[in-house]
């Protein structure tokens, strides 16, 4: 049953919440509140960072000017009370549905949404490079980058606090402190965070301050003007945010807007440089269910509003992640050189398993994917086994750290990327397209992609067992194909790829799960009178040109399948047989890839399906290739 909400119902723009009196705000938050939960009960997505953020949001648009002045949320996923109240209400339970609402702040969908977001501790940046250029045109809106303490552990945020501090920028930043990240935050900044939301609450004091020094007589007010900078000084006294040339604010009460809405007020009104304010809020603030679980309902599939269960599907297969996570168990069980490392997702990489029983041996290090990348080549370079499981969008963070610090010096760290392909309704800011294309052509990189849960357990024991330099397995988000899984994983011939079906004619060289919609098309070929192998590659880099070189000599048509970009797998492939003057013979080959535009949210076997990477998109590159009508077997030809 939707909620009752009266007061959110007028709210059809701005200009109206504006209109409002303060003292009907607290009960707009609460319908906006409401409304978000049941919402995202039918959608399912990231609910608790949200919650936290009612209050915030509805102060922030009935304060400033949006969209005039610049509001970025950093990371985004706490924007779902902000598209509610920013015009898309009527389409919020279209989120992360195909076709629907990004789950994300996103240009493209609304002028409230100045930056896309989604991978976090850019906003800070973004928001120092608007304030800019509104200087260099001479325009005088405010610029408010909203950026959580998790995010807040992330390298980027400094550079960019560094060099607004330095520049003087008129830049509102407020740090959204609910002490959580997607875990339980970790490090010193975190620790430092509670040190000063355990004091006073700064603004009684502060503001008691300025108060006395308005109402006295002039020769008094000097002397309250001291007591004021005691205040500052006191409270203020050189937080890590003053030091980097910010102005701090806070800690401020987060979900009182008898608090919040004269501060920002006070800020929007006498900032001249970069300001930071600390609000203290909740994860999952006013929803029993988020607040009492652990993770908040940081992500939650769609659940009942009343009972907060959720819906989530029965698996028929062990995920991938479970899969990895129970693996390099067993392997570290065996060799107590293997650590784990992790950027802040614990659970999403499925260390969170191995820290339950070797916890002295995985490091979480924030939000912080390259610093994790170097680190764990520290670890490497004295002769530990480090696993850096960083999903593959998120390890595009720390590239540089993989080139200059693991690659050109050997250095044997092992890269568990997780997420690797189409990932569903995170979208294209969390797609994990182009690790392949980014890591195989570095030199001395052994890539691999596990095909199945059983081909991935091989690979995580392959991992452990090879120290000769920088090896990566990548493998896609969700649950298995249901193949029976071996006891332990064996070690693989590197560079030895594995003929799955053996034919004549058509040769499927698939590199990743896609070959079980190899071995389907494989059928539908050899029912057509099709005679055709597949192989699954196991290895971008190095390539088993010993396979490559047979199925191009012994088939007339040879088709490279892979869940990634172009530059990847199938390139290489193609370079090798150019180079080994395999094309010369008249081979009639195709690369089947991701396509080269960012895909929208949905299903991940949909977007499988518009990337032409189904058992149909096989089929028809098949019979194009041969100069034949696909039409006779395919029926959406
Ligand atoms: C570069 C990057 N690494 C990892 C993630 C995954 N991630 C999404 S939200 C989140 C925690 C963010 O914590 P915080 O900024 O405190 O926001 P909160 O959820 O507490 O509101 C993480 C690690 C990401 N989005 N971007
Ligand atoms: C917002 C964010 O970046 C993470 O919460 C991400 O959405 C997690 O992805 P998975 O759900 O695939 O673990
Ligand atoms: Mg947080």
Known sequence: MKPHTPLLDLVTDLSVLRSLPEADLPQLAEELR???????????????????????????HYVFSTPDDRLIWDVGHQCYPHKILTGRRDRIRTLRQPAGLSGFTKRSES??????????????????????????????NNVIAVIGDGAMSAGMAYEAMNNAGSMNSRLIVILNDNDMSIAPPVGAMSAY?????????YKSLRDAAKHIARALPRPLQEKAARAEEYARGFWTGGTLFEELGFYYVGPVDGHNLEHLLPVLKNVRDTHQGPVLIHVVTQKGKGYAPAEGAKDKYHGVAKFDVITGKQAKPKANAPSYTSVFAQTLIQEAERDEKI???????????????????????????????Q????????????????????YST?????????????AIQGLPVRFPIDRAGLVGADGPTHAGSFDTAFLACLPGFVVMAAADEAELRHMVATAAAYDEGPISLRYPRGEGVGIELPERGQVLEIGRGVVRKEGTKIALLSFGTRLAECLKAADELEAAGLSTTVADARFAKPLDMDLIARLAREHEVLVMVEEGSIGGFGSHVLTALADTGALDRGLKVRCMRLPDRYQDQDRPEQMYKDAGLSVDGILKTVFEALGRDVSTIVRSA
């Open 339 to 369: 650590v784990a490392v992790t950027a802040a997702m614990p659970e999403g990489t499925g260390l969170d398993l191995m820290q339950q029983v070797l916890p002295a041996r995985v490091f979480d290090v924030g939000i912080a994917e």
């Open 394 to 406: 998120f390890l595009q963070r720390g590239y540089d750290q993989v080139v200059h610090d693991v």
């Open 193 to 201: 965070l509670a040190k000063l939301v355990s004091g006073p609450t």
């Open 111 to 140: 002028e409230f949404d100045p930056f896309g977001a989604a991978h976090s501790s850019t906003s800070i940046s973004a928001g120092l490079g608007m304030a800019v250029a509104r200087d260099l045109d001479g325009r005088r």
């Open 371 to 390: 610093h994790a990348v170097t680190f764990a080549a520290g670890l490497a370079s004295e002769g530990y086994k480090p696993f850096c499981a960083i």
């Open 34 to 60: 409401a409304e978000t939960i049941d919402a995202v009960s039918q959608t399912g997505g990231h609910l608790g960072a949200g919650l936290g953020v009612v209050e915030l949001t509805v102060a922030l």
